[in-house]
């Protein structure tokens, strides 16, 4: 994705953001309400047109991904089997290893609307595992769920792709159970303000001046070994926010 | 065999009930029933025109309402909300459509026929149609079933697997002016709507799946389309109605039947624990 720009009506949503992602890697992006997070997904997976830049895809790139929220018609009856089937019909074993791995095995014959908030998205993760993707896109998996409910769901997000090697992206709000697991995080704010590993997203004063302090004590929680201070960037201004954090990678 | 009346209206109603079923649970899925409303109101302006025109009046029932659903699927999301779109639309179409006629001096027409249809009256050309356009409606829903489903549950979901929601759109808008178009002469533009969402509705609580929904629905359109026209021969009412009061008993005995086995499995879960 390079110099990509979004605009709704006057409305300027994404401003030149420039993203790559490679195999095997988990980024997350993180921002505020309304930083155009979504509109990021959206535009990778062609729901929307940039109004200038381009999206390049690998060639014959297979893309799983995981809605925000699905809001089932209650007229609409749909088993877990057969929405796995969809669109394309997969035979049972396939549906089952995609259930096995997605950490829901028993709940193929149940309806959609039977599963608890945890099974669902469990199972939205199954389907868009099924057809072995290279990306996995999830646009807040977790938002329904309990912290550890989606602590377990990112561990095992960590797992499929250990087992699949596919790459992985994530928008997210539960910042630090996401950054803890994340190889890459990016904050965006309509353009990118800073990226890199947690760590160094934590640390950068342009993250703090959006999230405040209190997201890193959280962080720290889930990764003990690399609790320690990366010197003195603690300014919260939003001025030249690419040369601080530059400095702050630096730094780590 | 097709010189007996009742033998074409049976085949006219059979032939629009299985293009209505499994086009009614998508109408139905998507809450599309006032969509479907407004495209069947547009067809009397249709009617109208094809009669000043000379044309044949399925063409212009639907040319017009396919005119209909697309400047509404245009429309829809850009100011108005959905349903106050489809009010005016709907309502203009019918009133311009019944003034319309009034003008058609030259030709004596029966409004009421396709307000309420006139199955009784059924050609063997207009069965052929009939047919053609159910044939039609199947073939093009069968084709995109999937894809239909998927765009149905969620636009993303359709787009990451390479999907585009706009055209399965209109590929629903595409087989509704067709159905409506086919269905005018069997229950009138007034009662179209009712062939496509009750069956649908009827067969909900008995699916497990969207392809028993559609099955069972069609099951249910049948049943009504016959037993309405034995009914309405017997009984000498107006052949379109019957039809449609037959499905909406058959819709409530069917809601009757869930509740009561929703209650039994309550009073069993609670009397196990």
């Known amino acids: ?252 | 065999m097709l010189d007996d009346f009742m033998v074409r209206a049976t085949l006219a109603g059979v032939g629009t009930a299985l293009a209505a079923a499994p086009l009614g649970c998508f109408v139905v899925w998507r809450r599309m029933a006032y969509f479907g409303d407004a495209t069947a109101h547009a067809a009397i302006l249709g009617v109208a025109l094809s009669l000043a025109l000379s044309l044949p009046v399925f063409a212009g029932a639907m040319v017009v309402a396919l005119v209909m659903a697309t400047v509404v699927a245009l429309l829809s999301g850009r100011g108005y909300a959905m349903d106050t779109l489809l009010g005016v639309m709907a309502h203009s179409a019918l009133a311009f459509g019944l003034v319309a006629v009034s003008f058609l001096t030259n030709v004596r027409i029966d409004i009421m026929a396709y307000l309420f249809g006139d199955i009784l009256a059924v050609s063997r050309g207009d069965l052929a149609v009939i047919w053609g356009g159910a044939a039609l409606v199947l073939a093009l829903v069968g084709w995109r079933w999937s894809a239909l489903l998927v765009s149905t549950l969620n636009p993303d979901l359709a787009r990451a697997a390479g999907i585009d929601p706009r055209r399965e759109q209109l590929v629903l808008t595409l087989s509704l002016a067709i159905v409506v178009a086919v269905a005018i002469k069997v229950v009138g533009v007034l009662l179209i709507t009712a062939l496509l969402i009750i069956p649908a509705a009827t067969a909900r609580p008995f699916s497990r799946t969207p392809e028993i929904m559609a099955g069972l629905a069609s099951v249910v359109g049948v049943a009504a389309a016959w037993g309405g026209l034995r009914l309405s021969y017997s009984f000498d009412t107006p052949t379109g109605p019957t039809i449609v009061c037959v499905v909406a008993v058959m819709f409530c005995l069917s809601s009757i039947v869930a509740a009561l086995r929703e209650g039994v499995s309550r009073r069993r879960t609670s009397g196990s624990a």
């Open chain 1, 1 to 252: 994705m390079k110099g990509l720009s979004v605009s709704f009506g006057a409305n300027r949503v994404l401003d030149s953001v420039d993203f790559r992602i490679d195999r095997g890697e988990i980024v997350t992006v993180v921002g505020p309400n309304g930083s155009g997070k979504s509109t990021l997904l959206h535009a990778l997976i062609g729901g929307v047109r940039p109004s200038t830049g381009s999206v390049r895809r690998a060639p014959g790139l297979r893309v799983g991904y995981v809605p925000q929220k699905l809001s089932l018609d209650a007229t609409l009856p749909m088993t877990v089997r057969r929405f796995l089937g969809l669109p394309r019909r997969v035979s049972r074993e396939t549906a089952q290893v995609a259930l096995d791995h997605a950490g829901v095995p028993g709940v193929g014959r149940l309806q959609m609307s039977a599963l608890s908030g945890g099974q669902f998205q469990r199972v939205l993760l199954a389907r868009a595992i099924l057809e072995s993707p290279d990306l996995l896109i999830l646009d807040e998996a977790t938002a329904g769920l309990d912290q550890p409910g989606a602590a377990a769901f990112y561990r095992r997000i960590e797992e499929v792709r250990k087992e699949t090697g596919c790459a992985v992206l994530m928008v997210s709000h539960d910042l630090h159970v996401v950054m803890s697991a994340s190889d890459r995080v990016i904050c965006l704010n309509g353009h990118i303000c800073c990226e890199g590993t947690p760590e160094v997203v934590a640390e950068a004063p342009v993250y703090r001046a959006l999230f405040g302090e209190g997201t890193k004590g959280a962080l720290a929680l889930y990764r003990h070994h690399h609790d320690h201070h990366h010197g003195p960037a603690h300014g919260h201004s939003h001025d030249g926010p690419t040369e601080q954090t530059r400095k702050a990678a630096a730094d780590a």
